[in-house]
């Protein structure tokens, strides 16, 4: 449970005496939900990443934008950190609260304010679910591309703190490439705009700074985002693959064809079985790998695509080639994809979500060392891949109950990160750092740059109010935990058994 | 890990990329000297751009000799390039590999670098649809004030980790740090193409082109010059010839995309006119602003081009009322302007000027290139 927060490597927090806080508050914002007993705090002590949990000190719930402000002028005022959450589904920790801070809850926040279908923009505030965008604009034939996987539940202003993916970022980018503006509060109160439905603004891109910035640069109040028509026609492919690694040299194929696929997953033995079991998406349960193409856009140039990528897979040796026959077995083919989280929930008590990226042509390296490691460590992992941009999800599956197994799949999940690292990857191509990634942020990041980040953050938030703890850490923690990383020397628990 | 050079043993020197010459050591030796010293450095590649901005006085930094192409996997869509590379050796390279920069980036001249294409985010009639330079940056190696040269993003297509440093390079002109090098992602040029000319004014062209943007229509480019509407479709074979099918129109010379992107059409000739010249950037929907003097209307609108007297403060007003900014494009330093970019609020001055003195507080790196003290 090294990632929780120490004040003796993570920095001193302000002491706040929470009685006088709580009537400070309740006197200048009455009308404002603050939740302060501990039955009251206990639903918001996690987010997405349940395995780790703190009380908050306080919770706020406002209301109006008014309240926002009010209350972050107070926490600037009495030196209180707080630490902003939308839908709380974070799979990273990026709001785990703080026992000595106010978590800030933008739920209420959830107005669509503007479709504008002659724009092809919406305005919504943050707390509005990623996914009742794309219906609100469904009705003029208009979408919000990034999807990840919980779009029915997380919601944008999250999206737009953790610079959420999804299942198409090859085609059409992150979250950072679907988001015109928004509008912040700063930890001092101000109100700011950054970006315009206009594709430029003068002086630096600020936009794309906050952009995963994971609350820790100002508070998120209201985003407008670029809809896009929604393609014409989409076609499915299904390929299986004897061999893991040649379902990976077909990933490479595909692209050198000049496809760029709308989705490219792929997933291997296990991860297929599960899926099969959990959904009877008619995966072939026999299959080492298999891969999902999704072509999408204009109609007679998908049908060209599918024809060229049919050929693509079967020159690189799939054993079997199935096309979505119409929409209903596209979905069902997608299903399996997308409950492959809850299907390896099934299989295990526990399962821990990695969400390292590589460059694709070290993927059979990668797989290999991931065995290597699940066999070392008596851990079973089952790999998702969004292959098309290189994004691993391999999911290691543990029993939290067994004594000392949750700091085993931990260990097991930061050495897949540190091998992504090693290979020219990044620990993260979705979910963020958040708390949950905060020492492998060591093994990528060098002193010298990590104190880059601490100079970005000082200057939007010099006293470090804002999500103290998250994203960037101090170089004591790197000290204390980076180094086995970047040297692979010790163990941080050598009194763990491992077999 | 593949080399352009290696998979075309046999082709003439000449057309090779860059020389593979590295200077980061050298570059990295003059920070420290201007840091030591307090010393400004004017930070100049190609020096193709330089008109785009307010002139440095300081001590000159060529990026000049720091060329080649450190990494270029095709199959991967990255390739990773040092700064003082020249824009069309790099885009050469590509296009052997059927690749592209697909934010269409202006040249301004045959010795643009990628490092100054970078560090001015400018981009191409593409933009609107395929994106910005910043959309297709991946990671940088970036020389800081205190001359350590850092990494940030990477060559993989996602990497959420750390804030984005490399985004935040774009557009930012050297003001932040030396852009050492750049990962891009790149994309296949499109299978089909076609130029088309529709004869329609204005009013029609916009009201087109809003119904057409709400559909999956193959559309890559899009300016109207006041009496006709230039339309560039990209796509697959069959899309393009459908599309071109179903819209009619004259075919029309692909040119014309090379000379707007880079100012070369007879609008854009102080032969012909020699009143400045303002890039107005607006909501695509905005209705023409009330100014006078004549248009030519890029990006579907996005971006409008302005030959006006007006004085600056009015163009600027009417701009922001559309939810835009102006900007004063001088390439002949003509108008001497001190302000050619739309100046930023109080508030955003504050933040950008709180940024600029933590990434660089001795303001060593083109002072005063975006703003006066910044």
New interface residues.
């Given amino acids: 449970m090294n990632i929780l927060f120490d004040e003796r490597l993570d920095g001193t927090l302000p002491a706040v005496d929470k009685d006088a806080l709580v009537t400070h508050l309740t006197a200048h914002l009455p009308d404002m939900t603050l939740l302060h007993r501990e039955e009251d705090l206990r639903p918001f002590e996690c987010d997405g990443l349940s395995a780790y949990r703190v009380l908050p000190m306080l919770v706020a719930l406002p209301d109006t934008l008014e309240q926002v402000e009010a209350l972050l002028g107070i926490c600037h005022a009495q030196g209180v950190p707080v630490v902003t959450r939308g839908a709380g589904t974070g799979l990273s920790g990026g709001a785990l609260p703080l026992e000595k801070g106010v978590l800030l809850v933008m739920s209420r926040f959830s107005r669509i304010l503007d479709i504008d279908?002659?724009?092809?923009t919406a305005r919504v505030q943050p707390g509005v679910r990623n996914l009742a965008i794309s219906e609100a604009a469904a009705p003029?034939?208009?979408y919000y591309a990034p999807d990840p996987s919980s779009q029915i539940a997380c919601s944008i202003g999250g999206n737009v703190a953790?610079?959420a993916?999804g299942v198409h970022?090859?085609k059409y980018?992150?979250t950072?490439?679907n988001v015109l503006a928004v509008n912040i509060l700063?930890i001092e109160g101000?109100?700011?705009t950054l970006g315009?439905?206009?594709?430029?603004?003068?002086?630096?891109?600020?936009l794309?700074?906050f952009?995963?910035?994971e609350g820790m640069?100002g508070v998120i109040t209201e985003i407008t985002v670029k809809l896009l028509?929604?393609?014409?026609s989409a076609k499915v492919l299904m390929a299986s693959f004897d061999d893991v690694e040649k379902a990976g040299k077909a990933v490479?194929d595909i692209?050198?064809a000049?496809?760029?696929p709308g989705g490219l997953e792929m997933m291997d033995r296990l991860a297929i079985q599960a899926a099969e079991n959990f959904v009877k998406a008619g995966y072939p349960v026999e299959a080492e790998a298999i891969l999902l193409c999704e072509l999408d856009?204009?109609?007679?140039?998908v049908?060209?695509?599918c024809e060229t990528v049919r050929r693509v897979l079967e020159a690189a040796g799939a054993t079997d080639i199935r096309l979505a026959r119409d929409d209903a077995e596209r979905a069902t083919f997608w299903a399996g994809r997308k409950n492959a989280f809850p299907a390896v929930g099934r299989m295990s008590p526990d399962y821990y979500c990695m969400d390292g990226?590589?460059?694709?042509?070290e993927l059979p390296r990668v797989l290999k060392g991931i065995a290597d490691l699940s066999a070392t460590h008596g851990l079973r992992v089952a790999n998702v891949f969004?292959a098309?941009?290189?994004?691993m999800h391999p999911l290691i599956l543990f029993d939290a109950n067994a004594p000392g197994e949750l700091a085993l799949a931990e260990e097991v999940g930061g050495k897949i990160l540190e091998l992504c690292v090693e290979v020219?990857?990044?620990?993260?191509?979705?979910?963020?750092?958040g708390r949950e990634?905060i020492n492998q942020?060591c093994a990528?990041?060098?002193p010298?740059?990590?104190t880059?980040?601490h100079?970005?953050?000082?200057?939007?938030d010099p006293l470090g109010l804002l999500n103290p703890g998250k994203?960037?850490p101090t170089l004591a923690r790197c000290a204390e935990f980076g180094a086995m990383h970047v040297h692979h020397g010790n163990l941080p628990h050598p009194e763990l058994p491992r077999f | 890990m593949t080399h352009p050079q290696d998979q075309h043993p046999s082709q003439d020197a000449r057309t090779l990329p860059a020389r593979d010459h590295n200077a980061s050591e050298a570059l990295l030796e003059r920070v420290r000297q201007a840091a030591a010293t307090g010393t400004a450095l004017r930070l100049v590649g190609g020096g193709s751009k330089g008109f785009y901005g307010r002139p440095v006085v300081s001590e000159t930094l060529s990026l000049a000799e720091h060329t080649g192409i450190v990494n270029y996997d095709p199959v991967e869509l990255v390739v990773t390039v040092r700064a003082g590379t020249r824009l069309a050796d790099l885009q050469a390279v590509l296009a052997q590999e059927g690749q592209q920069l697909a934010f269409e980036p202006p040249h301004f001249g045959e010795n643009a670098t990628v490092g100054g294409t970078v560090a001015c985010g400018l981009s191409g009639p593409r933009r609107p649809w395929a994106g910005s330079v910043r959309d297709f940056v991946l990671g940088t190696r970036m020389i800081t004030h205190d001359g350590k040269r850092l990494h940030f993003g990477g060559e993989v297509m996602k990497n959420v980790a750390g804030y984005d440093l490399s985004r935040l390079m774009v557009g930012a002109q050297g003001t932040l740090g030396i852009i050492d090098e750049v990962s891009f992602k790149v994309l296949p040029r499109p299978a089909a193409s076609a130029t088309l000319r529709l004869e329609m004014g204005l009013g029609d062209a916009m009201a087109r082109l809003a119904e057409w943007g709400r559909k999956p229509m193959p559309i890559t480019g899009a300016a109207h010059d006041g009496e006709t509407l230039h339309l560039r479709l990209e796509g697959g074979a069959s899309s393009v010839a459908n599309t071109q099918a179903q819209l009619g129109g004259e075919p029309d010379d692909t040119a014309f995309w090379t000379q707007l992107r880079e100012l070369e059409l007879a609008f854009f000739s102080r032969r012909h006119d020699d009143r400045p010249l303002w890039r107005l950037s607006l909501p695509h929907r905005a209705p023409p602003l009330a100014l006078d003097g004549d248009t030519l209307v890029d990006w579907a609108g996005a971006q409008r081009w302005l030959r006006s007297e007006l004085p600056a403060a009015t163009i600027r007003q009417h701009a922001a009322q559309a939810g835009g900014h102006a900007t004063l494009v001088d390439r002949d330093r003509a108008h001497g302007v001190d302000a050619p970019f739309t100046p930023l609020s109080v508030v955003m001055d504050k933040y950008h000027r709180q940024l600029k003195a933590k990434l660089d507080p001795k303001g060593i790196f083109n002072p005063g290139r975006l703003y006066e003290g910044l």
């Fill in positions: 279908p002659e724009a092809r003029h034939g208009l953790e610079n993916g970022c090859l980018g992150l950072v490439h700063t101000e109100h700011i315009s439905e206009a594709l430029d603004t003068p002086g630096f891109d600020l794309a700074l952009t995963g910035s640069l028509p929604k393609p014409e490479g692209i050198a000049g496809i760029i856009g204009v109609e007679a140039d049908h060209d695509d990226t590589i460059p694709r042509r969004h098309g941009d290189g994004n020219g990857g990044s620990i993260t191509g979705e979910h963020g750092v990634k942020m990528q990041f060098s010298d740059e990590i880059v980040f100079a970005v953050k000082a200057a939007f994203n960037i």
